[in-house]
């Protein structure tokens, strides 16, 4: 069982790496955290141009290295389960380009969590052998590739 330092309900950096209280989930909270990232996809994102959106990854991916090192830092936890900016980040990248809609995003979390659970080469060494922050975000923004790669596949051929 998942337990989150109170600091999350406290500190708005916690706040923001625990994926706005959603890695707080007592189970599965990687689960959560992407469930909570679909929310702002398709309330907003996916409405975005592809430009913008990119954007908008690189920035929230930036931003997320510092979160989550800072977050860490301050747990003294390397990688905290709670800490799922970084699924809101890989997530998004694996929603790129996708068609609208409610099925798509569905498809997009089943395929993210899936590579983001089954660590394919490189994410595995990624989430093993780089450390700090960037290592907390670099791994999911790999999964995110391999589902975002696969989602196009399925799109064209769909």
Known sequence: MNRAPSSVWRNPIHFLAF???SGAAPWAPGTVGTAA???PYLLWFQYWSAGWFLLLIV?????????????????GVHDHSGIVWD????????????????????VGFVLFRFFDVLKPWPVKWA????AGGFGIMVDDLLA????????QVIVRLY
Do not use: H, N
């Open 19 to 21: 994926g706005l209280g």
């Open 127 to 130: 989430d093993r052998r780089v």
């Open 59 to 75: 920035v929230t991916f930036v931003i997320g290295v510092w979160l989550c090192e800072k977050t860490s830092e301050d747990l």
């Open 144 to 151: 995110g590739i391999y589902a975002w790669v696969i989602l």
């Open 37 to 39: 990232a679909v929310i």
């Open 87 to 106: 699924e809101f980040v890989g997530y998004w990248l694996t929603m790129l380009l996708a068609p609208q809609g409610w099925e798509w995003a569905l």
